[in-house]
């Protein structure tokens, strides 16, 4: 019997909070060149998981405040359901 198993794509979105600043600003307020100031989140089971003041939390992808991510890493596909991952995020804020 064939035994098929459900595959989950998941991506990386990045996003610069500085809007560009850093790389213009950094090299003068610090003295060296920081091509931004980096917040990521992972978007799998068709919502978007990021860490924020209130631990994490999940939205539509692209829907957080920072509007659309200035990069999308394509990570690959993962055969954890959404149910596991789910229980595994909440046990860590135990």
């Given at each position: 019997?064939?035994?098929t198993t459900?595959?989950y794509n998941v991506?990386?979105y990045?996003?610069?909070?500085s ?7 950094s ?27 209130e631990?994490?939390?999940s ?20 055969e ?6 789910m ?6 804020g135990?």
């Open positions: 019997m064939d035994k459900t595959r991506q990386l990045i996003y610069d909070l809007r560009g600043m850093a790389r213009s600003l090299p003068i307020m610090l003295g060296k060149q920081l091509d931004g100031i980096w917040h990521t989140a992972i978007v799998a089971y068709g919502d978007e998981f990021f860490f924020g003041g631990g994490i939390s939205c539509s992808p692209g829907g957080t405040m920072l509007g659309p991510p200035d990069n999308v890493v394509e990570l690959g596909e993962s954890v359901t959404e149910e596991i991952f229980d595994y995020l909440s046990s860590l135990e």
